[in-house]
C-alpha cells in the first residue's frame, strides 16, 4: 500500500538532500517578521532573503503553530488519491503543532477510515529535521512499509546530533531563551554562543565561546567525537542567510571527514526567528546529542 512522507517547513530540506528520492509533502508555517504576517514553504509569501533582510533592519519575528485548516488542506488531497501519510513533525519541544496534527488526523480517520495515518514527534528541528526526513525518504525507496518506517524514526531521532552557533544573542533573547543582562554580557565579551537539541528537542545554549573561529571549533570538535557513519553517512551544514561562511565551514567538514557526503542547506524563518542571521549549524548521527 502506497504511502506519503508529509514533513514541516522548518526541516529546511536543500533540493540537493531529496534529489533521487521518493517526493515529499511540505507543510507550510507562519509567523510574524516586525508585526508583519508571513507564510513559509510552499505557496509562501517570503524567501529566506527576504527574511534576513528584514532581521538585519532590525525586525524581530515570532512564529505560530500550523492551522487545523492547513493541515486538511494538506493531508486531504492525499487521502482522496488512495496515500496514507506519515507525518514527520517538528519537535514537541520547541512548539505545540504536533497537538494540532494529532487533532487533525482524529478528524480525518472519521471521514476515511480505510487510509492510514501516523504522526511521529521527531524532536528534532531544522536541518536536523531535514536530515532525519532524507533518511526516512532512502528507507521508503528502499521498500520500508509505513509502520516500520514511523518505529525506526522513532528509534533513531535521538541519534540525530544539532550544534548550531549564533552570530550574537539579540533574537535568543527576544525569544525568551537568554536573559537581557546574560545577553547584554555576550555582546560585551562577543561571545558567540553555542546550542544543540536536547533530548527532549528543545533549544540550549550549551557552552559560551568567545568568537566565531572558536564557536566553530566547538561545532567541529563535537562532530569528530560523535559521528557515527555506520548509523549514516550525511552531515548537513546550515546557515542562516551567510552561504560563503556557510560553504566553507561545509568544505571543512568534508576536508575533515572525506568519507561523508555533505550538505549545505539554509536555515529558513521558522528556526532563523529565534536565532538570526549569521547562525550555523552541524547535524549529523551521532553519539553526542
Not at 507550510?28 to 533592519?57: K, V
Not at 517538528?90 to 503543532?97: A, C, E
Not at 518505529?151 to 544573542?169: K, Q, Y
Not at 566553507?248 to 550538505?263: D, G, I, N
Amino acid at each position: 500500500m502506497s504511502y506519503r512522507i508529509f514533513t514541516d517547513a522548518t526541516a529546511d530540506l536543500c533540493p540537493a538532500m531529496t534529489e533521487g528520492l521518493p517526493p515529499v509533502a511540505v507543510i507550510p508555517m507562519e509567523g510574524e517578521l516586525g508585526g508583519a504576517p508571513f507564510t513559509f514553504g510552499p505557496g509562501g509569501d517570503l524567501t529566506i532573503e527576504e527574511f534576513y533582510a528584514g532581521q538585519r533592519e532590525g525586525k524581530f519575528a515570532s512564529t505560530s503553530q500550523i492551522n487545523p485548516a492547513v493541515y486538511r488542506d494538506a493531508f486531504e488531497p492525499c487521502l482522496k488519491g488512495g496515500e496514507d501519510i506519515l507525518y514527520l513533525c517538528f519537535s514537541s519541544g520547541l512548539s505545540g503543532t504536533i497537538q494540532t496534527a494529532h487533532l487533525c488526523m482524529n478528524e480525518l480517520r472519521e471521514e476515511y477510515p480505510e487510509r492510514k495515518m501516523l504522526c511521529v514527534d521527531t524532536l528534532c528541528a531544522s536541518v536536523g529535521e531535514g536530515l532525519l526526513v532524507r533518511e526516512a525518504l532512502k528507507k521508503q525507496a528502499e521498500g520500508a512499509a509505513m509502520e516500520e518506517l514511523a518505529a525506526w524514526a522513532e528509534d533513531s531521532r535521538l541519534r540525530v546530533c544539532h550544534w548550531f552557533t549564533v552570530d550574537n544573542f539579540e533574537h535568543l533573547r527576544h525569544g525568551g531563551r537568554v536573559s537581557t543582562v546574560a545577553a547584554a554580557a555576550g555582546t560585551l565579551l562577543q561571545i558567540k554562543p553555542l546550542l544543540h537539541v536536547d533530548q527532549e528537542g528543545r533549544l540550549e545554549v550549551i557552552e559560551k565561546p568567545r568568537g566565531r573561529r572558536r564557536a566553530v571549533e566547538a561545532q567541529l570538535a563535537r562532530l569528530e567525537a560523535g559521528w557515527k557513519p555506520e548509523w549514516g553517512g550525511d552531515i548537513v551544514v546550515g546557515h542562516g542567510g551567510v552561504p560563503e561562511v556557510g560553504e566553507q565551514l561545509r568544505q571543512e567538514v568534508q576536508k575533515r571527514r572525506p568519507e561523508a557526503k555533505t550538505f549545505l542547506s539554509e536555515i529558513g524563518p521558522i528556526i532563523g526567528a529565534h536565532t538570526g542571521p549569521g547562525m550555523l549549524a552541524v547535524v549529523y548521527w551521532g553519539t553526542n546529542r
